[in-house]
T-cell receptor, first 114, second 113 residues
Framework: KQEVTQIPAALSVPEGENLVLNCSFT??????LQWFRQDPGKGLTSLLL???SQREQTSGRLNASLDKSSGRSTLYIAASQPGDSATYLC?????????????WGAGTKLIIKP | DTAVSQTPKYLVTQMGNDKSIKCEQN?????MYWYKQDSKKFLKIMFS???????INETVPNRFSPKSPDKAHLNLHINSLELGDSAVYFC????????????FGNGTRLTVT
């Protein structure tokens, strides 16, 4: 069974701290992995996409890494801000029989305290 | 028993045509979305729509218009199709709280020739 697990389920930290969100998957034949943030009522915002051949991607204060051998991806957020408060989801994206298959983690709810 | 279903699965059409993609969800969710997946498999939100508000992404051309006859349906109409519209389009739904996971349809692969 293909699964994506995100730990922790919730995280609350003071503003300014650096933090790491974890995503693990059981299928090493990953295609792409994408990190999203979800704000209430606004759907998903794509953050970073790591293709299967890549090891990391960076955008501003965000850095996402991918280690297929260990089945893990991490999202590093530097110098956290209250505006970073959201639910962060990772999704494994694969092509199965010409169908795009997205396997989602349950998300990590992040609260940054001012 | 599909939760979020979208049709057609494949759509091949010529430039300049007008086409529609239909989406239906039987989960009782209040919010539905349309996403576009580009050639690098990057998902970008196009629209989100709930009972109260339609949110339009500014980067989406006005040739794209969502239409929701009821909260279980959100169809995507595309006028004057262009080559760059070729992509996979995903419909999704969730509870309005935003803390519930999104449920995605299987995608519609649109090819404009």
């Amino acid at each position: 069974k293909q699964e994506v697990t995100q730990i922790p389920a919730a995280l609350s930290v003071p503003e300014g701290e650096n933090l790491v969100l974890n995503c693990s998957f059981t299928d090493s034949a990953i295609y792409n992995l994408q990190w999203f943030r979800q704000d209430p009522g606004k759907g998903l915002t794509s953050l970073l996409l790591i293709q299967s051949s890549q090891r990391e991607q960076t955008s501003g204060r965000l850095n996402a890494s991918l280690d297929k051998s260990s089945g893990r991806s991490t999202l590093y957020i530097a110098a956290s801000q209250p505006g970073d408060s959201a639910t962060y989801l990772c999704a494994r994206i694969a092509t199965v029989d010409s169908n795009y298959q997205l396997i989602w983690g349950a998300g990590t709810k992040l609260i940054i305290k001012p | 028993d599909t939760a979020v279903s979208q049709t057609p699965k494949y759509l091949v059409t010529q430039m300049g045509n007008d086409k529609s993609i239909k989406c239906e969800q039987n989960l009782g969710h209040d919010t539905m979305y349309w996403y576009k997946q580009d050639s690098k498999k990057f998902l970008k939100i196009m629209f989100s729509y709930n009972n109260k508000e339609l949110i339009i992404n500014e980067t989406v051309p006005n040739r794209f218009s969502p239409k929701s006859p009821d909260k279980a349906h959100l169809n995507l109409h595309i006028n004057s199709l262009e080559l760059g519209d070729s992509a996979v389009y995903f419909c999704a739904s969730s509870q309005a709280s935003g803390n519930s996971p999104l449920h995605f349809g299987n995608g519609t692969r649109l090819t404009v020739t």
